[in-house]
């Protein structure tokens, strides 16, 4: 009776997790912007909008206010989009300036944008209407480019909602704080390696695969917080620092193609990975500390949780773990786009 | 979700009275904490979603009201009823989720931005006001109240503005 | 009194690095104008020597006049000043307001020196006379374009704070040198008050 209510629960997550793409996926198609610099400060665009019944996006490229024409922007109708291309030449160069979508804001519509910098910077991004624009990062000096790269870390860790869920699955194991300092640790030191080992380009993991192993690993944590619950043990109740370094190994390639995909000053590389890095623990540090607040505060409120609630963490963990293995090991086999 | 979350972190005329409410009901102990963090977040969402139904804002300076109201009860350190700290905090959150929500064009989105907002909620509630519960020198208990004033002046200065403006 | 003081920094230094990061970031997404809006009304009143002095003042005195007093002023001056914002963004005049705040500091800095006790209800009003002044003057000024609640938000956290230096000064007041020095430091403040009515009719 009780094992098929944890079922019943478990079901539901998934279903509820299944719910969740759909959210942000939009069902048009995005626009596409290409910026590449040909010599310096002189640029070619490429800006296509996509056209829906006839109707084109009212969507309006606006680049800064330095830009001038080089040559009369060319405009070529296509089946489903248009596309407009041009070169442009930005006294002091894009780096540092703003490039707007105006009316993007009104749209459900994402814009795909691919930069390439002829200091050998490229990346590609997505610009949603919630943030219609896009800042190009100049070529900074050291702090600059520390700055930069501590924010792009942790923003990587707070909005990928797979290492949070992972770090929050080792939270739910570990029982005292000699063993949770033990296990972030663990953890922060066996993503730092593997983080600085593709970086540098010593070895890669595919990404479809390690994206369905990173699933696999908050799987596997969600049946271990269920025997945390019960009273039960387990090698990785007891040692889970030994888990987190395994896993941890993992999430570093994970964090390494998050950095390669925003773009890499390859003349200041071993710096931005550092910063990187630093960005990832601030936010990973911060996670915790929030959490461990939060478990706090609920004491100090004396709340008496239901024992179906106690349970939920576990279950999410498990639960998104499950969806996202199934998600990705589809995707990795083709069944699914 | 995270646009939500962000707009309700980024947003001070509505995380100010949610954390005088906080301060409000640590002063009063954890029964009354735990009425708001639980009450709050739950008509929060319920004003998000009346809000763009109705899709209709009042012109009044409703963040300013919310100061002067929360501010004022935490720096008089009133002691309210259970019930009537309820209804506190509900007309608080149906308000402000209200306000949220009208003017934001109904999509199937919204309903996770809806929900980063109200999670943005319950965790400033649980963490003020446990932090305020657990203080224990009388001294720090009167800085709570000061901070009360400081959220009384604000809507006093914010009311002056609205009515300039107006 | 030296410990809780610094269970007092351990407690909110995070908060604060907390929320100067988070200032930074919120300073990237808001509208410019808006986040800097917060720095302005922070800066405003610590730019004034008038508005900085009568605010460590009501510290101070706070500080000497003891248990009730010392939370009863700066509870109250912040709700009275920002009446008096209120006012001036409304454009109900206030005669004098110049000579209002100079008149403030020579008698603040007066009361310190002379280390003067009345009852709480003549400190309360004296010192909420006072602030109608200050609000009026300082609590209007917003530069175009900024957000008048992140402004409004930053000018009271900031008086609130200049209180604050003047109750932490006021703590030497246990000590005999300690108590001597809060009156110089009363004669100071009154003596600037005198050459800011002197510059106003000059």
Not at chain 1, 131 to 138: E, L, S, V
Not at chain 1, 208 to 228: D, H, Q, R, T, Y
Not at chain 2, 94 to 112: D, E, I, K, Q, R
Not at chain 3, 150 to 155: I, Q, R, T, V
Request: charged share 10%.
């Amino acid at each position: 009776m009780k094992a098929s209510r944890h079922w019943c629960v478990a079901l539901i997550m998934i279903a509820g997790a299944a719910f969740v793409p759909s959210c942000t996926a939009h069902e048009t198609r995005p626009a596409y912007l290409e910026i590449k610099e040909i010599s310096p400060d002189h640029y070619d665009v490429v800006w296509r909008t996509p056209v829906n019944a006839g109707m084109r996006l009212p969507i309006v490229l606006q680049l800064p206010p330095e830009a001038k024409s080089v040559t009369a922007p060319t405009t070529q109708e296509l089946t489903d989009s248009l596309l407009e291309r041009r070169s442009i030449v930005v006294a002091g160069g894009l780096g540092g300036k703003r490039v707007d979508f105006v009316g993007l804001q009104g749209t459900i519509t994402d814009v795909l944008v691919r930069v390439q910098l002829i200091d050998g910077r490229s990346w590609s991004t997505i610009v949603r209407p919630s943030q219609a624009w896009i800042d190009i990062t100049p070529n900074q000096g050291r702090l600059g480019v520390a700055g930069t790269y501590v924010a792009h870390g942790i923003r990587h860790i707070l909005f990928g909602p797979d290492h949070l869920l992972f770090v929050l699955g080792l939270l739910l194991i570990v029982k005292n704080r000699w063993m949770l300092l033990k296990t972030i640790t663990a953890f922060t030191v066996a993503h730092s390696i593997t983080l600085a080992i593709a970086t540098l380009g010593y070895a890669n993991a595919p990404t479809l695969p390690l994206n369905a192993a990173i699933a696999l690993s908050i799987l596997f944590l969600g049946p271990e917080i269920v025997k945390v619950w019960r009273g039960e043990s387990s090698f990785t109740i007891r040692h889970p620092w030994v888990v987190a370094f395994a896993f941890g190994l993992l999430h570093g390639f994970g964090f390494a193609s998050a950095l390669t995909s925003a773009g890499l000053p390859s003349n200041e590389l071993p710096w931005a990975l550092l910063s990187f890095n630093v960005g990832v623990e601030i936010g990973q540090v911060g996670f915790v500390i929030l959490i461990l607040l939060l478990e706090r505060a609920f004491r100090v409120l004396e709340i008496r949780w239901p024992r179906v609630v106690e349970a939920l963490p576990g279950y999410a963990v498990g639960s998104l773990g499950a969806f996202w293995t199934i998600q990705r090991v589809a995707i990795l086999a083709g069944v699914m786009r | 979700m995270y646009d939500g979350l962000l707009h309700f972190l980024l947003s001070p005329e509505d995380i100010v009275p949610v954390v005088a409410l906080a301060l409000l009901a640590g002063l009063r102990g954890p029964e009354y904490g735990r009425r708001a963090l639980f009450l709050l977040p739950v008509s929060w969402f319920v004003g998000c979603f009346l809000g763009t139904m109705f899709q209709w804002a009042t012109s009044w300076p409703v963040a300013a009201i919310s100061f002067l109201i929360f501010g004022g009860l935490v720096a008089a350190n009133a002691q309210l009823s259970l019930r009537a700290m309820t209804v506190l905090a509900g007309l608080l959150g149906l308000v402000h989720g209200w306000m949220n929500g009208a003017g934001v064009p109904w999509s199937f989105s919204l309903v996770g931005a809806y929900a980063g907002l109200v999670a943005g909620v319950f965790v400033v509630v649980a963490l003020v006001s446990a932090f305020v519960i657990r203080l224990r020198p009388p001294w720090t208990r009167i800085a709570v109240r000061v901070a009360g004033s400081w959220i009384v002046a604000t809507g006093l200065l914010l009311l002056g503005w609205s009515a300039r403006r107006g | 009194m030296k410990r809780p003081v610094c269970g007092l920094l351990a407690r909110w230094l995070p908060l604060a690095v907390a929320a100067l990061c988070f200032s930074q970031s919120a300073e990237a997404h808001v509208q410019k104008g808006e986040a800097i809006g917060f720095l302005t009304g922070l800066r405003h009143p610590v730019s004034g020597l008038d508005h900085v002095l009568a605010m460590v003042s009501v510290g101070l005195w706070g500080a000497q006049l003891g248990a009730p007093a010392v939370w009863v002023l700066p509870v109250a001056f912040p709700m009275v000043m920002a009446l008096g914002g209120m006012m001036g963004l409304m454009g109900i005049p206030l005669p004098g307001t110049e000579y209002g705040i100079a008149a403030s500091m020579i008698l603040l800095g007066a009361v310190v020196f002379f280390e003067l006790k009345p009852p709480l209800w003549v400190a309360g009003s004296l010192v909420a006379f006072f602030a109608i002044f200050h609000g009026h003057a300082h609590g209007t000024e917003l530069p175009p374009g900024q957000n008048g609640l992140l402004y409004s938000m930053g000018f009271v956290c900031a008086t609130g704070l200049l209180h604050g230096v003047g109750i932490l000064i006021g703590l030497v007041h246990r000590w005999t040198w300690g108590q001597m020095f809060l009156r110089l430091a009363g004669a100071f403040t009154a003596s600037m008050g005198v050459f800011f009515v002197w510059k106003a009719f000059a």
